[in-house]
């Protein structure tokens, strides 16, 4: 794979738990595709032992960076500072995933496989068969109509958080939404449609 500089960008908040096996899974799913991989995790002030954790980790995973929030300031605005933290590592692609391991490694390189290969400046990964509560269920389809109705095209996973960006697509997107949005990828995925 022709990528020089891969950035793996990831908010997290009380994952102690999951983090160590899904960060050592990344960096052996996603070396292979390029010469230098960077995990960059923005750690939301967890109350658990997530910093330990990931300061623990950082020893043994010489790709990974961590950095602390300032304050607790929920998901959107966490993985929007790992979104700039990333970008200034100047890579070829910034990927986006969330620190409860939801995706397996294999998916999010396959959406960096499917990146490079088309060329596209952005690959979302959908989650199907999701085992949502009922409420979930209905708020992530009424917001999937309304972007839907708004972008002129259907966005399957509107919120998707295992997302591929090149640089540049990536930076006017940061353009575009507010350093505190609460659900920036639905933002996003309007922007990017
Ligand atoms: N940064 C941050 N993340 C949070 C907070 N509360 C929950 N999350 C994370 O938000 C992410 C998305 O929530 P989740 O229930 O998995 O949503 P889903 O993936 O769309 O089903 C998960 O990784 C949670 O750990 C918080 O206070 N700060
Ligand atoms: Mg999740």
Same mark, same amino acid.
């Given at each position: 794979?022709?990528?020089?500089?891969?950035?793996?960008?990831?908010?997290?908040?009380?994952?102690?738990?999951?983090?160590?096996?899904?960060?050592?899974?990344?960096?052996?799913?996603?070396?292979?595709?390029?010469?230098?991989?960077?995990?960059?995790?923005?750690?939301?002030?967890?109350?658990?032992?997530?910093?330990?954790?990931?300061?623990?980790?950082?020893?043994?995973?010489?790709?990974?960076?961590?950095?602390?929030?300032?304050?607790?300031?929920? @998901? $959107?605005?966490?993985?929007?500072? *790992?979104? =700039? +933290?990333?970008?200034?590592? !100047?890579? #070829?692609? &910034?990927?986006? /995933?969330?620190?409860?391991?939801?995706? @397996? $490694?294999?998916?999010?390189?396959? *959406?960096? =496989? +499917?990146?490079?290969?088309? !060329?596209? #400046?952005? &690959?979302?990964? /959908?989650?199907?068969?999701?085992?949502?509560?009922?409420?979930?269920?209905?708020?992530?389809?009424?917001?999937?109509i309304v972007v839907g109705f708004a972008a002129g095209r259907? /966005?399957?996973?509107?919120?998707?958080?295992?997302?591929?960006?090149?640089?540049?697509?990536?930076?006017?997107?940061?353009?575009?939404?507010?350093?505190?949005?609460?659900?920036?990828?639905?933002?996003?995925?309007l922007?990017?449609a």
């Open positions: 794979m022709d990528l020089d500089r891969l950035a793996v960008v990831m908010p997290a908040y009380n994952e102690a738990e999951g983090l160590p096996g899904f960060l050592e899974e990344l960096e052996r799913t996603l070396s292979p595709l390029a010469r230098h991989l960077d995990l960059v995790v923005v750690d939301d002030r967890s109350t658990d032992a997530t910093a330990a954790v990931l300061h623990d980790l950082s020893g043994r995973l010489p790709a990974l960076t961590v950095i602390e929030a300032e304050a607790n300031r929920g @998901h $959107g605005p966490t993985a929007l500072a *790992a979104y =700039r +933290a990333g970008l200034e590592l !100047g890579p #070829d692609l &910034v990927v986006h /995933v969330d620190g409860d391991g939801q995706f @397996h $490694g294999i998916d999010v390189a396959r *959406a960096v =496989r +499917a990146t490079v290969s088309t !060329g596209a #400046d952005v &690959v979302h990964g /959908v989650r199907r068969g999701r085992e949502d509560p009922w409420f979930r269920r209905v708020l992530t389809g009424i917001v999937g259907r /966005v399957p996973d509107v919120n998707t958080p295992l997302r591929v960006y090149r640089p540049a697509a990536l930076a006017e997107l940061l353009e575009f939404v507010p350093d505190d949005a609460l659900v920036p990828h639905v933002h996003f995925s922007a990017e």
